[in-house]
């Protein structure tokens, strides 16, 4: 059995930088630095889950085209309806599907089976629910 997978300290480092406290700017560089590796991971699922937020952060900001966590908090129903319009998709949907096509395009299952010595089909069947676990709690930091 593998240990669940808890990010609320992570999501709530977002919130406090979309809430206006910059000082904790840079711990979150150093956070998304280490979960693009994967290195700290302790588990195929912890891995899988710590890619998805670094691929899901960088891809909310492109959908925005910005950075800044407080002007994305920010934004209004309408802003988001022309930004879905503009991305031909909405964030929730654009963000999970980014994470399962990268998993996909960089062989998450192939790489996660022989790193962690887990069959494929294992790996496999999370791909798709970890990209809408890591998707929602994007989503709820943002709201």
């Not at 700290?40 to 891809?59: D, H, P, T, V």
């Not at 966590?69 to 980014?98: H, M, Q, R």
């Not at 062989?107 to 089909?121: D, I, Q």
Request: net charge negative; charged share 35%.
């Amino acid at each position: 059995m593998t240990k669940e997978i808890e990010f609320s300290e992570f999501f709530k480092l977002l919130n406090e930088i979309k809430e206006g406290d910059e000082s904790k700017q840079e711990l979150i560089g150093l956070k998304i630095t280490e979960f693009k590796t994967g290195e700290k991971a302790e588990s195929f699922l912890q891995e899988l889950a710590q890619n998805y937020l670094w691929i899901g952060l960088k891809e909310l900001f492109e959908f925005v085209d910005s950075m800044d966590l407080s002007f994305i908090g920010n934004l209004t129903k309408e802003e988001w309806d022309d930004l879905a319009k503009k991305n031909n998709c909405d964030l929730p949907v654009y963000l999970a599907n980014k994470m399962i096509n990268y998993a996909k395009a960089n062989k998450f299952v192939e790489k996660f089976s022989l790193k962690w010595k887990t069959s494929e089909r294992e790996i496999e069947k999370h791909i798709m629910p970890m990209a809408a676990y890591i998707t929602e709690g994007i989503i709820d930091v943002l709201e």
